[in-house]
């Protein structure tokens, strides 16, 4: 005969297990969806703006060196700066012209593309997700002075000089 203690003791491990594997699932997700928290003061855009409140278009050919500039990084010294050129592409892999040594960074994580005078910054279907000012990125999107790029614990600055 089954002893009522014994059957107690049984689904008192499993309630416990179950609750275990929701908290760590729970956190996993909240980690990988991109909670929005942001712990600095939003950046005040460089560019000039024109009356719709749009930041206006820079002159291609002005001299203007778009750059990628390391805030924080594994691997990456402080206030380093990364020319972006016609475009770049940011990741672990060895075909990344920017590479990062972040655990959270796939191969291929993200993309830089010059069209004219803009820079976009398009995620390159990462596992992680790209982050633009704290927020996760949904499609391609221009860049401007100021804007911070997080992909894991790694965070630029992109500055249009």
Request: no cysteine; glycine share 14%; charged share 20%.
């Amino acid at each position: 005969m089954v002893e009522p203690a014994s059957v107690l003791l049984k689904y008192g491990f499993l309630i416990v297990l179950y609750l275990f594997l929701l908290w760590v699932s729970r956190n996993a997700l909240r980690d990988l969806g991109g909670r929005t928290v942001s712990r600095l003061a939003p950046a005040q855009p460089a560019t000039p703006m024109d009356a719709t409140g749009l930041h206006s278009l820079t002159p291609e050919g002005d001299g203007a060196e778009p750059q990628l500039v390391v805030e924080r990084g594994i691997g990456l010294q402080p206030g380093m700066a990364y020319d972006i050129g016609d475009g770049a592409v940011l990741g672990r892999g060895d075909s990344a012209e920017i590479r990062l040594q972040d655990p959270f960074a796939s191969g291929r994580h993200a993309r830089l593309i010059r069209q004219g005078g803009i820079v976009v910054i398009e995620d390159l279907g990462s596992t992680n997700g790209t982050y633009l000012n704290e927020e996760l990125l949904q499609g391609p999107q221009p860049l401007h002075a100021g804007d911070r790029v997080r992909i894991g614990d790694t965070e630029f600055v992109f500055e249009d000089r």
